[in-house]
Every structure is written in structure tokens, then in C-alpha cells.
């Protein structure tokens, strides 16, 4: 269903079973888990999906190590379930991922993790070999009814500065476990809705559109053509994260204040000498003032972060120079050898954490757990289910007891699950990925290594993009194809360029600008939607001006120019 069928749709029938604001993962999760018990679901977003929070994790799927000294074994032991989940249901952008923690002292922590495990508040203090022990020990044992990888193991300082000579010398020991990450978390989150809107004819979603409070109850404006139209749902879920308080206010749910969000913000580095210090495996370590850092190779570039800042307008956050300056300043507490230079910062991004409203000092501290709460209805709105908190990796689980909820109110019986239910291009993904490409390049007559290309972007959907792959042609400066782009914008609700570059593919993150490309999807963009020379100018400008701001890319213009590198600067 496209955007103009559904808009008919709703001019036809605005009454709806369900209005879900929000197409963030937590959004998509529970759309699609009512879309698969047959419910009339409605998701709104007032921008792209996955374009904000959801857009900025540290692209990590991970149990959360540190939450345990807050006491959050229950998050814990969920979070590594639903990882283990998200290995087997999204093989093709899930993958387990070695993680090494430096350890510089022995006994430290253990007085403050006991304080803080009681509740009292004391801001941490490193956390030496024996607390780090602890932690992993207990994260094996949450695991160890269903081993997927590899328990933890020790190293000292010896054998830790052979294996990552470049580390901090003064390390006394390390310790190796394993997580894992995700290479595409927003093409998973559309793959997601698509699977759900597949699934049922009364599941439809929008993006780019907004819902307030209206005269005659709540009204949908389609933001790209400002039309207006009238939405009678029974029941709303506001899956808007930071945002969830300013949305109440918009559509007039009478709530306490619920939020209280922080930012984290992340550097993509094009280091070739860092890259190669980390030997395939993430870092985690604690940056001299006590706060839980990470890097780890991410699509040939490496990945860094990140702080936890609270904020008061999540539409605002970007990552600023401080904090730029406050992450090279933590990897060189950790590889002190190595230098990043500015031009080596190709791309920076930051998100709002969604965490329940806290006055705690110390952002660490609070809780990054899930729940819901319901707003009960007034002035003619039905009831508000508010999705509180949460983190990417148990999006499957809070979408599924945010679904339960509604259900209940609707008086309806869940009549599937989605524990075991494989994700877009996760379905049927080969036990050999290598021989699979051997063979879809043989059928194809393209060459095994392009085959593995799709295989990584797009699992086993890469059969969608086949037709005539032997001849057509790749996009200036780029590994994907034109015909990928014009595929990616007939059928994924492509609006803009910021769409296709930020989101539907990972060409802006892993540093892959130019002009000469830009202006080539443009191109593509402009002939599907038809717009006019003035159109796609002021939308090349806008994107630019994006890349400026909130990611820290200036593109030269290159246009007059045979040159089709790109200068790109943090």
C-alpha cells in the first residue's frame, strides 16, 4: 500500500482499531505485533521511520553489562534473550561481536558497586578485575541454557598488550566476552513494518505526517501536501520516545511529565591504524571520569562513543563540539599512541536515550528498563498507552507487552507470536552464506563478490533486486547500483534524500559523499516524483544543509569541477 492509497483509505474510514504514533523500532514493534493478530493499525510518524533515537544506538545489541550494578538483573536477562533472538531472527544485519574490557586495577569498584546496588547515590568509581569478573560470570550464567557464543575469558598484561599492542600500557589485565552488533538497525526497523503491512490489509503506516488534538477530536496532516483528515482510533499508543511527552500535549492526553531523555552522540573515524589496533573486536572501557565508552569496527570505518547528556528538546540534539572533543579525549585514554585528525571524522550522529522521567544526579544511574502506562480518556480522546523507556535491543519484547495492553483494552486474543519470527531478509538465510552467493551470482551471471554485497544489505531479499543485475550500472564513486536506488525509492516510502542516504542505505555513515552521487540519486528522486528543476534544487540544498549541521559533513561544490571526491571535515 502506497502513501496515496492509504491516505484514500482514511478519507474513506478514519474510524481505526489503533493509532500508533511513533515509527521509531519500539513504533514498528508493536505495529507489527497487532498487525499479525489482524488488528486495524495505524502508524503515524511526523518523520521518517527510524530517523530519530532509532537512528543514533550505538549500533550495539547487547545484554547491558553495566546495568547489573544498578540492580537491573531482570533487563539483563531479558536484553540477552532477546539478543539471542535477534541473532537468530536477523542473521543478515545481526552478528555476534567480540568485546574486550581493559582492566587497570584490581579491587576497585566493588565498595561502589555495593553502594549503588543499595540504591545510594555515589557517582562510580573504575572498576577493577574482580567486579568485572562478577559481571561477566553472571552474564554466562543468564546464558548458559542456550551457549551461542563463546563464555568470557581473562588475559593479563602480557599476553592483553601482545594481542592489542597499541593499548594503553598501563593496563594490568583484560577480560573477553561476547555481544553483538548491528550493521543496518534502521533498514531491520523497515523491514519490520513492510513484514507487517505484508501480513495484513488493515495494517497501514505514514510517514511524515503528524496527529493533534483537533475541534472535532484528532486530526492527521500529511506533511508533504498539507492536507487534513480526521482520525477516530479506539485506542492510541504514543511510541514517540523523547518526544512522548510533547506528544501527549499535541493530542491533548492529560499525563504527567514521563520523560526525562538524554543524548548520546557518536564519531565515525576513517583511521586505518586505529581500525587495525582493535583486531576485529570492540573496546569497552571506562573513560577517566568514570563513564562507560565503546569502540569497535563498523562497516570498514570505526565507530566511537558516546556521552549521556540530558536534554529538554529532543528535536535540538546534535553532536556538538564538546562532545566531539570529550570522545577523542576518552580514545586516548585507551590507545594513547593514536592520533585522529579532523578530516578523519566522517560523520557524527546523536540520539535522545527514551528514559523515564528521573531528578538523579547522575545519568548513569538512571533505570533503563521498559513499561507501559496508560493515560485514560477525556474531552472526547480515547485512552493514551505510553511506551516508557526501553533500549534498542528488547524493542521486540517491549513491542510485544505493549501489544498484550492494548490487546486487553480491545477485548481482543493474541493469536501469534513473534519470538521465533524471522526479520525481512532473515527469513530462510542460508546455513552457508558463501555457497549461497556462489550460487545467486551463477544464476544472476554476477560475480560472487557483488553477490556478498547484497547478501550483507539485504539478506535473502537480494533476490528482490536481481532483475537485470548483469547490466546495471553502479552510481559514481559507489558500490550500489542504479537500479538498487530506483527499487529502494518505488518501494520503501522514499520522500527525500536524507531517506535514501541516512536510512536506506549506510552510504552517508560509512563516508561514502560525494556531489557527483548526491546528485545522481538525485536525479533518480526527482524523475519517480516528478519534481521540478526548483524542487530538486531546494531539496539538494536542504540535504546539504542537513549533512552540515547534524552530521558534520560540508560537501565543497564540486558541480563546476570534473573532481567527484568530496571534501569531507568533522
Same mark, same amino acid.
Given at each position: 500500500?502506497?502513501?496515496?492509497?492509504?491516505?484514500?483509505?482514511?478519507?474513506?474510514?478514519?474510524?481505526?482499531?489503533?493509532?500508533?504514533?511513533?515509527?521509531? =523500532?519500539?513504533?514498528?514493534?508493536?505495529?507489527?505485533?497487532?498487525?499479525?493478530?489482524?488488528?486495524?493499525?495505524?502508524?503515524?510518524?511526523?518523520?521518517?521511520?527510524?530517523?530519530?533515537?532509532?537512528?543514533?544506538?550505538?549500533?550495539?545489541?547487547?545484554?547491558? *553489562?553495566?546495568?547489573?550494578?544498578?540492580?537491573?538483573?531482570?533487563?539483563?536477562?531479558?536484553?540477552?534473550?532477546?539478543?539471542?533472538?535477534?541473532?537468530?531472527?536477523?542473521?543478515?544485519?545481526?552478528?555476534?561481536?567480540?568485546?574486550?574490557?581493559?582492566? #587497570?586495577?584490581? #579491587?576497585?569498584?566493588?565498595?561502589?558497586?555495593?553502594?549503588?546496588?543499595?540504591?545510594?547515590?555515589?557517582?562510580?568509581?573504575?572498576?577493577?578485575?574482580?567486579?568485572?569478573?562478577?559481571?561477566?560470570?553472571?552474564?554466562?550464567?543468564?546464558?548458559?541454557?542456550?551457549?551461542?557464543?563463546?563464555?568470557?575469558?581473562?588475559?593479563?598484561?602480557? !599476553?592483553?598488550?601482545?594481542?592489542?599492542?597499541?593499548?594503553?600500557?598501563?593496563?594490568?589485565?583484560?577480560?573477553?566476552?561476547?555481544?553483538?552488533?548491528?550493521?543496518?538497525?534502521?533498514?531491520?526497523?523497515?523491514?519490520?513494518?513492510?513484514?507487517?503491512?505484508?501480513?495484513?490489509?488493515?495494517?497501514?503506516?505514514?510517514?511524515?505526517?503528524?496527529?493533534?488534538?483537533?475541534?472535532? /477530536?484528532?486530526?492527521?496532516?500529511?506533511?508533504?501536501?498539507?492536507?487534513?483528515?480526521?482520525?477516530?482510533?479506539?485506542?492510541?499508543?504514543?511510541?514517540?520516545?523523547?518526544?512522548?511527552?510533547?506528544?501527549?500535549?499535541?493530542? /491533548?492526553?492529560?499525563?504527567?511529565?514521563?520523560?526525562?531523555?538524554?543524548? /548520546?552522540?557518536?564519531? =565515525?573515524?576513517?583511521?586505518?591504524?586505529?581500525?587495525?589496533?582493535?583486531?576485529?573486536?570492540?573496546?569497552?572501557?571506562?573513560? !577517566?571520569?568514570?563513564?562507560?565508552?565503546?569502540? #569497535?569496527?563498523?562497516?570498514?570505518?570505526?565507530?566511537?562513543?558516546?556521552?549521556?547528556?540530558?536534554?529538554?528538546?529532543?528535536?535540538?540534539?546534535?553532536?556538538?563540539?564538546?562532545?566531539?572533543?570529550?570522545?577523542?579525549?576518552?580514545?586516548?585514554?585507551?590507545?594513547?599512541?593514536? &592520533?585522529?585528525?579532523?578530516?578523519?571524522?566522517?560523520?557524527?550522529?546523536?540520539?535522545?536515550?527514551?528514559?523515564?522521567?528521573?531528578?538523579?544526579?547522575?545519568?548513569?544511574?538512571?533505570?533503563?528498563?521498559?513499561?507501559?502506562?496508560?493515560?485514560?480518556?477525556?474531552?472526547?480522546?480515547?485512552?493514551?498507552?505510553?511506551?516508557?523507556?526501553?533500549?534498542?535491543?528488547?524493542?521486540?519484547?517491549?513491542?510485544?507487552?505493549?501489544?498484550?495492553?492494548?490487546?486487553?483494552?480491545? $477485548?481482543?486474543?493474541?493469536?501469534?507470536?513473534?519470538?521465533?519470527?524471522? =526479520? $525481512?531478509?532473515?527469513?530462510?538465510?542460508?546455513?552457508?552464506?558463501?555457497?549461497?552467493?556462489?550460487?545467486?551470482?551463477?544464476?544472476?551471471?554476477?560475480?560472487?563478490?557483488?553477490?556478498?554485497?547484497?547478501?550483507?544489505?539485504?539478506?535473502?531479499?537480494?533476490?528482490?533486486?536481481?532483475?537485470? *543485475?548483469?547490466?546495471?550500472?553502479?552510481?559514481?564513486?559507489?558500490?550500489?547500483?542504479?537500479?538498487?536506488?530506483?527499487?529502494?525509492?518505488?518501494?520503501?516510502?522514499?520522500?527525500?534524500?536524507?531517506?535514501?542516504? *541516512?536510512?536506506?542505505?549506510? =552510504?552517508?555513515?560509512?563516508?561514502?559523499?560525494?556531489?557527483?552521487?548526491?546528485?545522481?540519486?538525485?536525479?533518480?528522486?526527482?524523475?519517480?516524483? /516528478?519534481?521540478?528543476? &526548483?524542487?530538486?534544487?531546494?531539496?539538494?540544498?536542504?540535504?546539504?544543509? *542537513?549533512?552540515?549541521?547534524?552530521?558534520?559533513?560540508?560537501?565543497?561544490?564540486?558541480?563546476?569541477?570534473?573532481?567527484?571526491?568530496?571534501?569531507?571535515?568533522?
Amino acid at each position: 500500500m502506497n502513501r496515496n492509497d492509504t491516505l484514500a483509505a482514511l478519507r474513506e474510514r478514519p474510524d481505526i482499531a489503533v493509532l500508533v504514533i511513533g515509527g521509531g =523500532i519500539n513504533g514498528i514493534s508493536v505495529f507489527r505485533e497487532l498487525a499479525l493478530q489482524g488488528v486495524d493499525v495505524l502508524l503515524v510518524d511526523k518523520a521518517d521511520y527510524c530517523s530519530g533515537a532509532s537512528a543514533a544506538l550505538s549500533r550495539m545489541v547487547h545484554g547491558g *553489562l553495566r546495568y547489573l550494578e544498578n540492580g537491573e538483573f531482570k533487563l539483563v536477562r531479558e536484553s540477552l534473550v532477546e539478543r539471542d533472538r535477534l541473532l537468530k531472527n536477523a542473521p543478515h544485519y545481526v552478528a555476534p561481536l567480540p568485546t574486550t574490557v581493559p582492566i #587497570f586495577d584490581t #579491587f576497585s569498584g566493588i565498595a561502589n558497586g555495593a553502594v549503588r546496588f543499595l540504591g545510594l547515590t555515589r557517582n562510580p568509581s573504575r572498576r577493577g578485575a574482580l567486579v568485572i569478573k562478577a559481571g561477566l560470570t553472571m552474564y554466562d550464567l543468564f546464558t548458559a541454557t542456550r551457549r551461542l557464543m563463546p563464555k568470557h575469558r581473562f588475559r593479563g598484561r602480557a !599476553e592483553t598488550l601482545k594481542a592489542w599492542p597499541d593499548i594503553n600500557p598501563d593496563i594490568r589485565s583484560s577480560a573477553t566476552y561476547y555481544d553483538a552488533w548491528v550493521s543496518r538497525p534502521e533498514r531491520l526497523g523497515l523491514e519490520m513494518l513492510f513484514d507487517a503491512m505484508a501480513s495484513s490489509p488493515t495494517a497501514r503506516a505514514l510517514n511524515y505526517a503528524t496527529v493533534a488534538a483537533s475541534n472535532e /477530536g484528532l486530526a492527521l496532516t500529511d506533511s508533504l501536501s498539507g492536507e487534513k483528515l480526521p482520525l477516530r482510533p479506539k485506542l492510541i499508543i504514543n511510541a514517540t520516545g523523547g518526544w512522548i511527552d510533547l506528544t501527549n500535549k499535541a493530542i /491533548g492526553a492529560s499525563a504527567p511529565r514521563m520523560m526525562g531523555g538524554t543524548k /548520546g552522540s557518536h564519531l =565515525i573515524v576513517d583511521n586505518a591504524e586505529l581500525y587495525d589496533a582493535l583486531g576485529g573486536h570492540m573496546v569497552y572501557y571506562e573513560n !577517566e571520569d568514570g563513564r562507560i565508552c565503546i569502540l #569497535f569496527p563498523y562497516l570498514g570505518k570505526v565507530l566511537i562513543g558516546s556521552t549521556d547528556i540530558r536534554v529538554d528538546d529532543p528535536d535540538q540534539v546534535r553532536c556538538d563540539d564538546d562532545e566531539r572533543s570529550y570522545i577523542l579525549q576518552s580514545l586516548a585514554f585507551v590507545f594513547p599512541s593514536i &592520533a585522529i585528525t579532523d578530516n578523519e571524522i566522517v560523520f557524527r550522529f546523536s540520539g535522545v536515550r527514551p528514559l523515564p522521567a528521573s531528578d538523579d544526579s547522575f545519568t548513569g544511574r538512571i533505570p533503563r528498563d521498559h513499561f507501559c502506562e496508560f493515560v485514560e480518556p477525556s474531552d472526547g480522546l480515547p485512552a493514551t498507552l505510553c511506551m516508557i523507556g526501553g533500549k534498542w535491543t528488547t524493542f521486540r519484547s517491549f513491542g510485544e507487552m505493549a501489544a498484550d495492553m492494548a490487546l486487553q483494552r480491545l $477485548g481482543l486474543r493474541r493469536r501469534s507470536g513473534t519470538e521465533d519470527l524471522a =526479520i $525481512g531478509g532473515g527469513r530462510d538465510f542460508p546455513a552457508d552464506p558463501d555457497k549461497w552467493c556462489v550460487a545467486f551470482g551463477a544464476r544472476h551471471v554476477v560475480p560472487v563478490e557483488r553477490a556478498k554485497v547484497l547478501l550483507e544489505r539485504y539478506g535473502t531479499s537480494a533476490v528482490d533486486f536481481a532483475t537485470d *543485475l548483469a547490466s546495471d550500472p553502479m552510481l559514481a564513486g559507489s558500490t550500489y547500483s542504479t537500479g538498487e536506488i530506483r527499487l529502494i525509492v518505488a518501494r520503501e516510502q522514499v520522500e527525500c534524500l536524507a531517506d535514501i542516504f *541516512l536510512r536506506r542505505t549506510t =552510504i552517508a555513515i560509512s563516508g561514502g559523499l560525494s556531489l557527483a552521487l548526491i546528485d545522481a540519486v538525485l536525479g533518480i528522486l526527482t524523475e519517480h516524483k /516528478g519534481w521540478s528543476t &526548483a524542487q530538486a534544487a531546494a531539496e539538494r540544498t536542504a540535504f546539504l544543509a *542537513l549533512l552540515a549541521h547534524q552530521h558534520g559533513i560540508a560537501i565543497s561544490d564540486l558541480s563546476q569541477t570534473n573532481d567527484k571526491r568530496s571534501a569531507l571535515c568533522a
